[in-house]
């Protein structure tokens, strides 16, 4: 199994071009659509996008093996907040992982009279769950950094108050500017739970804004790729 993975990561870069190469595709064709341009470029720039979340698909066979040992790591964390966010996270992560391979049998015909839209609905499902215990431990990392314990023993007038929220919002922004890590992943979830939402019909934000937030992810996340020191860890 760790062969597996090693043998899966290296497909891993590859992945993460083509999926901001495919929401480029997908911000691309909002603008021609709302431009009025020719329909035919359109249809070529859908066609080119439904292509790179095929292969994309491809390339993502196997990656449930790799989130169960994920998983198998996390489960022995001393902090029990961050062993339940990673290790359930990681869970949540193998099942969208395993819906997302059955979506592609399907799309290629390996599986017949599959209902896509169920499997795809079901894969976007797990995701949501999965990048919401990631934000989850975002915030909880964050909390740590900031002491949080002190926000709720305040009582002051109005006035201090707001003195004490310029305050706090100064302090949240220089313990994120000062832990890069933290920075990049929660900016990374925060953009990427837009595409399940959206997905699903909770909170339909528009193929323009989809495709903004899953170009900015894929850019963050080719770059804790190459730098691998701004990846958050555990």
């Not at 390996?110 to 079901?122: A, E, G, M, T, V």
């Amino acid at each position: 199994m760790d062969s597996w993975v090693r043998f899966n990561t290296q497909s891993q870069g590859k992945e993460r071009v083509l999926r901001a190469a495919q929401y480029a595709c997908m911000l691309l064709g909002y603008t021609l659509h709302k431009s009025s341009v020719a329909t035919d470029l359109q249809r070529t720039i859908s066609e080119l996008e439904a292509h790179m979340s095929l292969t994309r698909k491809l390339l993502r066979l196997g990656n449930s093996v790799e989130a169960l040992q994920a998983a198998k790591t996390t489960i022995h964390l001393s902090d029990s907040v961050l062993r339940l966010c990673l290790t359930i996270g990681h869970l949540n992560r193998a099942m969208y992982f395993a819906c997302d391979n059955v979506v592609w049998a399907g799309k290629i015909g390996i599986i017949s009279k599959l209902d896509q839209q169920k499997w795809n609905h079901r894969s976007f499902r797990y995701y949501l769950f999965a990048l919401i215990l990631n934000v989850t431990r975002d915030v909880y990392e964050l909390c740590l950094l900031l002491d949080c314990e002190d926000c709720y023993r305040i009582t002051a007038t109005p006035a201090v108050m707001w003195v004490w929220l310029r305050k706090r919002i100064h302090q949240i922004g220089t313990v994120l500017y000062n832990n890069p890590p933290l920075l990049l992943d929660l900016l990374k979830n925060g953009c990427d739970i837009f595409i399940p939402l959206d997905k699903l019909g909770i909170y339909q934000t528009g193929p323009g804004f989809v495709g903004t937030c899953g170009l900015l992810s894929s850019v963050l996340s080719i770059v804790t790729m190459l730098h691998p020191w701004l990846k958050l860890k555990p």
